[in-house]
């Protein structure tokens, strides 16, 4: 059996295609999905459009704002080896930092690239590796930044895109994906980090917070990492530069720690070429393999 569109759950299928902004954004989202995929031997390929450059060092021994984006692509590959990843592709822009910094405004910042442009890229790399999912982030950009939003439209587009023969004839034969998924985290986890005196989303306000992540009824699938929460644990401590020594989660409850990373979330998009409910992924496959409540 060639065709692609056939579910078979069984055999190595893929590839998977994760879309995303910044190193971490794979690690903290999916690297236990991640690492899921890879021992059952399908290729996954990670796009990230910037390198980190505008966020903040955890240690100024390890870099200068100026060498930050070289470290911290460095630190991706590090992470991405650890759960068997080689074929990551940077799009060069830049981080375009936290919404209402002057970051924003940077000419090379990721979110003043011509969205047609970057569109035009993904489509070729979509007709190029021809994904049988695409993950990308949903609409909220899970907390909201710039990039992450960003990210989800010209993912988004670009999917479809790739998919529809009247666009980019010098682009490649189209090709419809079988998933596209949005990598989401419970608005009601991110509300609890936010209670943590030192967690992460500290910084946020009642009603941005309000907006967070995405609610647990638009949750369509749960998969349970507890199998690779090893594995992706290193993954994150492999981005040196934005978790530090102890780990944005180092104040936190060794239990409370493992129950956050033994869980990833997706919410499942439709597409124009689904003939009804959407058709069985290799995240649907995962999901039954390693069911979770959510939580
Ligand atoms: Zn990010």
Redesign the pocket.
């Known amino acids: 059996m060639t065709d692609n569109r056939t579910a078979t759950g069984s055999g190595a299928r893929g590839p998977v295609l994760f879309i995303?902004?910044?190193p971490?954004?794979e690690s903290f989202g999916a690297a236990g999905t991640i690492a899921a995929l890879t021992d059952r031997g399908v290729p996954v390929t990670i796009v990230s459009a910037t390198r980190?450059e505008a966020g903040e060092i955890s240690d100024l021994e390890l870099a200068t704002p100026e060498t930050l984006g070289e470290v911290r692509e460095r630190e991706m590959r590090d992470a991405m080896a650890v759960v068997g990843v080689t074929d990551i592709r940077f799009l060069d822009y830049r981080d375009s930092g936290m919404a209402g910094t002057p970051e924003n405004n940077d000419p090379r910042a990721f979110v003043q690239a011509p969205e047609g442009e970057v569109v035009d890229r993904l489509l070729r790399l979509i007709r190029e590796t021809r994904p049988e999912t695409v993950v990308t982030f949903g609409p909220e950009g899970i907390y909201g930044?710039p990039?992450?939003r960003f990210a989800h439209r010209v993912a988004r587009a670009a999917v479809l895109a790739a998919g529809d023969s009247r666009v980019g004839s010098d682009a490649g034969e189209p090709w419809c994906v079988r998933g596209l998924s949005y990598n989401a985290v419970p608005r009601e986890r991110i509300q609890r980090l936010a209670q943590r005196p030192n967690g992460p989303f500290r910084s946020l306000s009642p009603e941005e917070m309000a907006e967070m992540g995405t609610p647990w009824s638009e949750i369509t699938t749960v998969i349970d990492v507890s199998d690779f929460r090893e594995r992706k644990e290193r993954a994150i401590r492999a981005h040196l530069t934005q978790v530090g020594e102890g780990g944005p989660m180092s104040d936190m409850p060794r239990d409370e720690v493992e129950r956050i990373l033994s869980r990833e979330h997706f919410v499942r998009a439709p597409l124009p070429w689904d003939d009804g409910p959407p058709p069985r992924d290799l995240l649907d496959d995962l999901a039954a393999l390693y069911p979770a409540e959510p939580g």
């Open positions: 995303y902004a910044h971490d954004d980190g930044h990039d992450h």
